[in-house]
């Protein structure tokens, strides 16, 4: 697995990166050889964010933990990447056999100003037709409440989200007949 580190207002020792690399040494079993890890590190005031993205075989999994120490951050995170791993085990152990490598990225929600509505952040995003059910799972991998893709049923672009009473919503594009 290849590892890129980002480094937000800090500067990252060896000894993190070694540790960063033991944890997700032990994730290398479940993802081709074509994975490849980023590790944003962001110091904020006396908080330190360690945000891990691994991405394989068109699957994107995502954790992120803020804690006083980068170190404690990192645990978190990584017991939360296994988690989400456990979770989806059968699910994943069929897409990964079978996915192609595509690198697929899922949109971050903007802040939005009360008076001005202001981008801050604009991405593209490559789409590939999944089933409404592999979105529901990248959704949940990224930790995002929305996930825009292509229905592979319609082949029409859709959203998924996670409604406030946690089930999950489908909005899919009418012409208003």
Request: glycine share 2%.
């Amino acid at each position: 697995m290849k590892i890129t580190y980002v480094a937000r207002k800090v500067t990252l020792r060896d000894n993190f990166k070694e540790r960063v690399e033991r944890k997700l040494q032990k994730f290398e079993k479940i993802f081709s050889d074509e994975a490849s890890a980023t590790v944003v590190v962001t110091l904020e005031k006396n908080r330190q964010t360690v945000e891990v993205t691994i991405k394989d075989a068109s699957m994107v999994y995502r954790a992120e933990s803020t804690m006083p120490e980068m170190n404690d951050a990192l645990d978190k995170v990584a017991d939360l990447l296994a988690r989400q791993l456990r979770k989806h085990k059968t699910r994943l152990s069929k897409r990964l056999r079978t996915g192609t490598i595509d690198d697929l990225f899922v949109s971050d929600e903007s802040d939005v100003s009360e008076e001005e509505i202001n981008i801050v952040r604009k991405k593209q995003i490559p789409l590939k037709p999944v089933s409404t059910e592999e979105a529901i799972l990248q959704m949940e991998m990224t930790g995002h409440k929305f996930y825009m893709f292509v229905n592979a049923d319609t082949n029409l672009i859709n959203v998924v989200y996670v409604r406030d009473d946690g089930a999950y919503g489908l909005l899919e594009p009418s012409t208003g007949d």
